[in-house]
């Protein structure tokens, strides 16, 4: 399993929300190029980057420390804001290797179609899961669908790597369940999951459950876990022993 730690961006800086609250918001003073670095020199080469300023105005507001963090050789991953085909294009020629995007899949009943007509497998989208409801645009919308009917429809257009984010568990270190994931796995698409997880007993039990991906923020940070730890748990194969 890939062990994807997150930097979420706001005013150029490090930070962490809480449930996805602007109003909870923790600055951990770091410069976002310095926070890849200790990951990379950690043993990572694989980032997460939520350009949480470009969520709150609807366009990317980071795309410069974008091409930064790429330029030290690490797979991108990259969302926040990407609200049009053009932010989209602008996101993947700064140097992202993936975007993930929620609200621009639910504008048009043809916007999937068209995303992954252009930009293929460079896309996953963000389906962030609430009381069983697929929600969008910084959690405000809810589009009445479920998570398992919202990505049966778009793996059926092409998409095959879908971020999956228990948005009730987001950034309260309490965890996450593996429990969760399931009913997603084994279906013939990738999933990354996202939202509490915080001990390597959490990302080993994704591991082992079939999840491809795991974001680690918070914990990171705040000491919840090391990053030596987290990678060695993410080596967990399933059929072995918890």
């Known amino acids: 399993m890939i062990l994807f730690p997150a930097i979420d961006l706001y005013g150029g800086r490090v930070v962490r929300l809480t449930e ?3 109003a909870r918001k923790t600055d951990y003073g770091l410069l976002p190029v310095d926070a890849a670095k200790r990951f990379l020199d950690g043993g990572c080469r694989y980032i997460h980057i939520v350009d949480l300023e470009g969520a709150e105005l609807g366009c990317p507001c980071h795309l410069h420390i974008l091409e930064q963090i790429r330029g030290l050789g690490m797979f991108v991953q990259y969302g926040g804001g990407l609200r049009s085909e053009t932010c989209v294009r602008d996101a993947l020629s700064s140097g992202a290797d993936r975007v993930m995007i929620g609200s621009l899949l639910f504008m048009d009943p043809d916007m999937p179609k068209k995303i992954i007509s252009e930009f293929g497998k460079a896309v996953m989208p963000a389906i962030d899961v609430r009381g069983r409801r697929v929600v969008h645009s910084g959690w405000l919308e809810e589009t009445g669908l479920s998570p398992d009917e919202v990505i049966k429809s778009m793996h059926g257009i092409g998409f095959s790597v879908f971020l999956v ?20 796995l084994g279906k013939g698409y990738d999933i990354v999951a996202a939202g509490g997880i915080t001990t390597a007993k959490d ?3 994704l591991a082992l459950a079939g999840v491809s991906g795991a ?28």
């Open 20 to 22: 996805g609250d602007f």
């Open 165 to 184: 984010t228990d948005t009730g568990r987001d950034g309260l270190m309490g965890g996450t369940s593996a429990e969760f994931y399931k009913p997603f």
């Open 215 to 242: 974001v680690v923020g918070k914990s990171l940070y705040e000491g919840g876990i090391r990053l030596a730890d987290a990678l060695e748990a993410a080596k967990c194969r399933r059929g072995q022993n918890g």
């Open 203 to 205: 990302i080993s039990a």
